[in-house]
């Protein structure tokens, strides 16, 4: 797995979104920007599972709704270690409306960090997004 530069670290990152950045740095570097985003998520998938790192793959997750329960509410392109959400786009530029759609599954999963990792960029690095926040006590 090729490292990226550690200047791109911060604060909020941890050794598990390091790795998954890792991983998903190694998938771009060999596939390049412009393929369709099943592709990236299948081969982060191989990635992450020859790292030994835990993921599931399109998982539909439940929510509440007053006193509804919506078993299949909306669907996460991995959710790694049951603690990090990671949704992939291969899209122009990401906009705040996508980072405000992982801060919802995020409040919903009650999890409180995710990526948002953009191949369609020349160099990855300008494609990751680290979306955070604070857990909410229900």
């Known amino acids: 797995m090729k490292n990226f530069d550690p200047a791109m670290r911060s604060g909020e ?3 598990l979104t390091h790795r998954v950045i890792g991983s998903a740095f190694e998938v771009h ?5 412009g393929l369709l985003e099943s592709t990236y998520e299948e081969c982060l998938g191989y990635e992450l599972n020859a790292a030994k790192i835990r993921c599931k793959r399109q998982l539909l997750l439940p929510i509440q709704y007053k006193s509804l329960s919506l078993e299949k509410a909306y669907k996460v392109d991995l959710l790694v270690r049951d603690e990090l959400i990671v949704e992939l ?11 405000a759609q992982v801060r919802t599954y995020l409040r919903h999963a009650g999890l409180k960090r995710g990526l948002i990792l953009n191949f369609n960029e020349e160099s990855l690095r300008f494609g990751i997004h680290r979306v955070t ?6």
């Not at 570097?29 to 920007?33: A, F, K, M, T, V």
């Not at 926040?133 to 229900?138: V, Y």
């Open 29 to 33: 570097s060999l596939l390049g920007p």
């Open 133 to 138: 926040i604070q857990r909410s006590h229900r």
């Open 89 to 99: 786009k291969v899209i122009e530029k990401v906009l705040p409306i996508h980072k």
């Open 13 to 15: 990152d941890d050794e």
